[in-house]
């Protein structure tokens, strides 16, 4: 059994579980440790149960609960090696919980595996993760992808379930109150992920074999739930499958109140 949940994701804090039966681990802890125990808990998931944090970059939206939730509950956490001088430099890294550089082989945490690719993001070093469940079953998560390269694509293709970053509709941004360098960066290579660029990829996955999308990181600002559902609605409707039956696609709210999914 896998189990999938997003419990936060937005550019004010990101945290998604992944777990097998008996393992758990967390993508991030970008918001306050007591908000992500509350959240772990109203799931029936003990925050000391969680085997392992893996970072994806230093931003803070991405770290900002590490330090107080791994040390609460000695978590390891794994990171590429320039995040992990990033979070050093922030004193993040206090003593108090195990580290750990990722291995180009990945890592195994309980039953999972672990392996990373890398992003074109505005960073030290960031990285996506592909999980591999000990029934194979694979989950991949990839957000702040400023675009989609042969490495994040390779990173994501053949998961039964990818969470992916769904940012911004262009014409919301370019038309927005955001200054000019602002934009400029969120739509650069290094950036974020807009609603068409994600559609184009959900579309390819559905097509490889994807059975469950949950679009990621939207932007308050820039962005609407269902503006960036029907995009790669609309996509993947061009390929003849439909919604509910060949897939099932699903945009995370900025905190989630939904139970985990079990597939």
Do not use: W
């Amino acid at each position: 059994m896998a189990r999938f949940c997003s419990l936060f994701s937005s550019s004010s804090g990101n945290s998604t579980f992944v777990g097998s039966s008996k393992t758990g681990i967390l993508i991030d802890a970008g918001v306050s440790a007591k908000r992500i125990r509350q959240a772990l808990l109203s799931r029936e998931i003990e925050p000391g149960s969680i085997a392992a944090i893996f970072v994806t970059h230093e931003h803070a939206d991405h770290i900002n609960g590490i330090r107080v939730l791994a040390s609460s509950f000695n978590i390891p956490v794994y990171a590429t090696p320039g995040t992990l001088s990033e979070l050093e430099e922030a004193g993040i890294l206090n003593g108090k919980f195990p580290v750990f550089e990722l291995s180009e082989n990945g890592d195994t945490v309980g039953d999972l595996h672990v392996t990373s690719f890398r992003t074109p993001h505005d960073s030290m070093e960031s990285c996506g993760y592909r999980i591999e469940l000990p029934d194979g079953r694979k989950v991949a998560v990839a957000t702040d992808v400023g675009c989609i390269t042969n490495e994040v694509l390779c990173g994501i293709i053949g998961c039964d379930l990818v969470m992916l970053e769904s940012n911004h509709d262009i014409g919301m941004l370019q038309n927005g109150h955001y200054p000019y360098y602002l934009k400029r960066r969120i739509l650069s290579d290094r950036g974020h992920l807009s609603n068409e660029n994600c559609a184009s990829v959900a579309r390819d996955l559905v097509e490889r074999g994807t059975a469950r999308l949950f679009l990621g990181h939207l932007s308050t600002e820039n962005n609407l739930p269902q503006l960036a559902f029907q995009t790669s609605l609309c996509a993947i409707d061009e390929i003849g499958a439909k919604n509910g039956s060949d897939y099932i696609l699903t945009v995370n709210p900025k905190e989630n109140t939904e139970d985990i999914v079990r597939f």
